[in-house]
């Protein structure tokens, strides 16, 4: 009878292992160490052991058969090898794989936030994740500087084999875009086609596409969730958009007051434009007819409530049952900023390797239509980034109530589910 | 009357600024523009109003007399400019600059940990100051790579005319060793002198450095916070140390059983060894006594409790109530280890404009000196590290009582003091 | 007597020291040891020798004292200190830091090409210290990252006490953007006021600035250069210019039969205008008149001959003789391509920190603005960035004449001025 | 007939593509669009030709269908999806990615070295090709951060269904080390058994491994170009390492005599024993017998010819000839020290996830052994960082004659073969 598979864990040697060796699985593999290892010591035995015996090996387990058999280079198919097409084809791989493992955290994180009650418990695992795509797209937009050390003289030897080469093509980012919450609308239109013309006859391919579309973006569900966010609430004992705009009212009031007494005719006019422009911001996020205009015109993405949500969040980041959801607003900006990085860090790429091809006759180029994408209309959670415009300063905040500081902490009062 | 300085944030046109522009401070200051700018647009005016009548310019807030005065090549002085002395003295300044910067943050969070209770407000806090000197010493690991575009042919231009170059060597690094908790006892010596005999004819920095060894360093503060972990405590209904050893033995029976059925005795053996290791590393974090030998013999730091505190932060990180305590674990951990990746690239540099002067007759050379400091004893969280022995799957974890939850979730229920 | 100077950095004991331990300077301060050394061991004094003796201590040598006082914050000048002011002031000044260097190293450069004939010799240096200002500019990339742990509201609660805070208005990265060669007339205008408005009370400031403008910039100085390029002179029995128009013309011509014989109309058509927009591409690089006009409009930078200089270094870079000018090259481009990445890392900061501020009455807003320098306009060595455009696949080059090879291996030559 | 191959280039449409869109390969596939594009415009039919036609797309050129199928997470198979799995499969993917790259640049330099001549021109490429693998080096050592976001309670989780899961067990990392040079005789045991071991069942990858040892490294092939360094030769009529040691006795002279003359006779026994300390040093670059017992002791790797050729370039690197070599020499340091600075990297992972172990019984730990790795016994090209030691001041090294200068300009004069 083998160890049981409860308490393997402890006993396993890997506790002192490069990474975790594992240990007999079955008594017919077993034998294999006992022939072999006549004359040897104990501590070989013990690697001997875990080498032969273990049937899934490095190379199986990462699948390196696969991995490493898919690198074919047109240019060497079509007559003679470009060296330069080798990294082209490797580097656009690790992009995909890193694509893959993106899509694998933000939908679990997606999934986590399809749940109507979100466990407080879960909130660590979803910034954990959150950051973890964060530190990956980092690493993307950095990745770009190692294609920059391809020459155009050399890529123009082999792009010719190619029929796309950006990884702003691959489905994968395309699902990335749908999902974190890229909307259809606000795609800028390459020669007037649609962005899912190029998998049109690709049915599988299209169909994860048109999904990605239909299902519930990580924008969607972040919007829901700062919805229900405690003290937003109009019929709570403490409704922050109420106690927030009379704080604001209070302040331009008063500054009001200040600018008449301004005795310089030309500082007073300069101070009542800013007042004019602060009072006319402001507004915005208190009237829910200004709110929707702004959305309408492609200016503003969250609802109302959603936008208070996330104000609230930011305020009154110091209470416990804020101190996750901060961190998780942080870190979704953190994810658009580099998104947007590494959009441009391949602009400056494909200029580099085609030109920004200044004249011209039909279609806009590649080039322009890239830039274009590093517009506001691809940034997904641009309200938050755009919150800055409506905070008051720390003394002006009104305090919380007893009561609805009690609901809060009831919220991270509920056990943890094991 | 000028505008209070208490609506003075909503109103500022900086809202729209690059980063701040500040407005009119005085009423004798603010004629100014009304006398140039005779026929100029608002906001033309606008922007002088701003630069003409703020005291304070960019160059004087950062005090830009002192910080790109301070660059005298040595090389210049003692006959012929050598090139790369200039960037050697920016790159080392630059140092200074962010150890001043990590002291700031160091010194902060101290300050915090030193009270008796730690407002679970502040934890928040706590955890972005971290986080900001992990991405600190990120940069710092980073620059060295600057520094390697010296040859040490050009280092050799100058060098006759510097004391030393080290950043080790520098009074800010010593600091925010001994204030992260660095212990004089662990320090290699180089070549049989005290650190501080560096520091022996500067009365001014030697106190600094001394006091720097008396005062509670960042790790006697985690200590003595983690020692209050909720949960450890023996007289709570649920013990931590006691159920997690229970735990452990029943494992480690069941374990011991399999391992008597196993009817191969070479992996019988095998097995059993492990058990035994196992079972005594396991020992070593409940007997008091064993714990207590291992930090006689510097392999451990931690109190006999604290350890147990962390121990129970990382297994039970879930919890609301140990969500940001496990994050600060985690930088902690980072802190240390960028830290030391910073040691070994300044170690591969001094190697490269140095040697690793094989052949000696007196005294180590330096290059040995900084390598040993690559060791262990200079890692203050080690015992973090090293939690990873300890752990028991998750399944096999003792799940936490209602009472004692209820206590944790108190923690988080004071309201934050405004 | 001491050992005299010519002699010293061979038996300088740094050899073997962490950087560069100086020695005994002369005999008055030589004594000390002797006095304090009594019982001690020769290695013990070897390094108090050092420490004591030499004059110039490290923290003298970096005037550490300038450095590390240079920190004040003005919200604890004017009240209560605001924690993320310090990173403030500190990031900024290792800006200014940086700025100094990144100017000494442009300077120098600038200064070897101001010379007529430039030695062979001197390019490798010239391409090290061009690559220093990359690695440097990918740093001040990555630091922004370090500026965003700071949050909107903590930014608030300082910002009233600045007048600016962003690098770009720092003199010194005015300066860069001049020395390296952006053009006053390419400037975007913020509000209407000219860049240098900012420092018009600021004699010497606004001196430093006006010069910057006026001497040669280092696109002035490279394009002067390029037009020496061997083989671009017409008179040669190699013409570059006309040997690559001929080239390109017989490719063209063979295109066009090629495509009057595609039956396919659509496809013949698609050709056709593919055809004629290339045609039309490569007559701006042959004919002076349409050079001249895109010139004009800003489409292009440099001169007509410099831009053949450059093709040809492009085109024939494994020629020795073009092996580190091509070198030079790739470097221009990856400072403009960092500096412009940088650029919109800080957009992105803005963002966070002041918002976007999409409701405004009066003057565009300091986002709107820096948004818009990170157009084309501000890239200087934006034709290098279009070469690609011209490029043709290596089999069509035309191939050297002996003459000019010998030509060119005759700079090479020359020996090395010592 | 369609577009001739040869002028393809020029007239791909993908001049102005994101990316090398290619075009039309032969009739029957050209009719699609003209079906569909009825009414389209010509822009719209321009990249509808490019997608519906070429046989190739995005997704077939990277073979997606082997890349994105091959994750498979054990803990999935065997129960319950680890979430953490998954990176982990990814990231190791990702490093195998890179390895075959980095093998692939090695590979073709290998290539170039074993040419009895090698031609100038190609001395550009292979300084891009080893600044390439140093991007991908820095790049991995980055990458390790990305799983230290797993904790060790994940890793628990899953660990025990692999059977290792390290890079540094990968075939391809260990082909790297010896086509790079680390001699089989250099590497530490780990628990006794070869590094072969791992792969002894495996023939066609134990194939592969052993004749990686057996071919010549990049540290054999530079090792004999070095050899071939002009001016190293005896009988010409510059001799450097008769000039050179002939530099250096006039220097170590002189020194004496001033030693002699110093009063103070601590300092002069403190500089004495620096002096016989140098000058046993340089004794070892210019006496055989001496170099070659510390090749035996494993503390010098080039043969002594090959050192001087090392010693030459570094001193003489404004030469035109040495330009490129010298650049080769930084960049294998750079390979050799990112390498190990990912090793460190990594062994601070381990020690995070699995703890040092300090307590045990049999076999050294899977931590220490990997800590063992870090030692100069894995740098190939050890003498290189340690050349240091063994340079003079600029002013007094031996002036070139005419006749060399002559010679060393002909290497370059060989006009480039097309």
């Given at each position: ?101 993106v899509i694998f955290e933000i939908d679990s994180i997606r999934k986590i936030f399809q749940q109507d009650i979100i466990e407080e418990a879960l909130m660590l695992e979803v910034n954990k994740r959150l950051q973890r795509v964060v530190m990956i ?42 999902k974190l ?35 519930p973006s990580l924008f969607d569900l972040i919007e829901r969730w700062l919805?229900r966010t ?79 949500g996330a104000?609230?969040i930011?305020?009154?980041r110091?209470?416990?049952i804020f101190h996750l959801p901060h961190q998780v607003l942080q870190s979704l900006m953190d994810i ?45 959670f641009?309200?938050l ?26 919220y991270l009062?509920?056990?943890v589910q094991?």
């Open positions: 009878m083998s160890v049981s598979d409860k308490t393997r864990s402890l006993l396993n040697p890997g506790g002192g292992c490069p990474a975790g060796y594992g240990r007999p699985k079955d008594d017919s593999v077993k034998e294999k160490p006992v022939k072999s290892g006549s004359g040897s010591t104990n501590e070989q035995e013990g690697i001997n052991l875990m080498v032969e015996t273990n049937g899934l090996s490095y190379g199986d387990y990462l699948q390196l058969d696969k991995i490493l058999t898919a690198q074919t280079c047109q240019s060497e198919i079509h007559g003679e090898l470009v060296h330069d097409e080798h990294l082209f084809i490797v580097i656009h791989q690790a992009y995909e794989l890193w694509f893959k493992q797209a980092k690493h993307l937009a950095d990745q770009v500087l190692i294609l920059e050390t391809m020459t155009p003289l050399d890529f123009m030897d082999f792009r010719d084999h190619l029929s796309t080469a950006s990884g702003f093509q691959s489905l994968q980012f395309r699902l990335i875009e749908n919450g890229v909307k259809s609308e606000h795609r800028v239109r390459y020669n007037r086609s649609n962005y899912r013309d190029v998998y049109k006859e690709k049915e599988k391919e299209l169909e994860q596409l048109m999904k990605s579309e239909e299902d919805m405690p003290g937003t609430n109009v019929n709570d004992d403490f409704c922050f958009s109420k106690s927030y705009q009379d704080a604001i009212n209070s302040i331009l009031e008063e500054s009001l007051k200040d600018i008449e007494n301004e005795s310089n005719p030309k500082v007073r006019e300069v101070l009542l434009n800013s007042y004019k422009k602060k009072k006319e911001q402001y507004s915005s996020i208190f009237d829910q007819e200004k709110h929707d205009s702004l959305i309408a015109r492609g200016e503003r993405r969250l609802s109302f409530q959603a936008l208070h104000l609230m930011s305020l009154y110091e209470e416990p658009d900023s580099l998104i947007t990085k590494w959009r441009y860090n391949h602009v400056m790429l494909v200029q580099r390797m085609l030109g920004s091809s200044q004249i011209g006759t039909g279609g806009s180029s590649g080039y322009q239509y890239l830039r274009s994408t590093l517009s506001e209309r691809y940034k997904v641009l309200d980034f755009n919150l800055s415009t409506f905070l008051i300063p720390r003394q002006f905040l009104p305090p919380l109530t007893k009561e609805v500081t009690k609901i809060m902490a009831g009062y509920t056990p094991r």
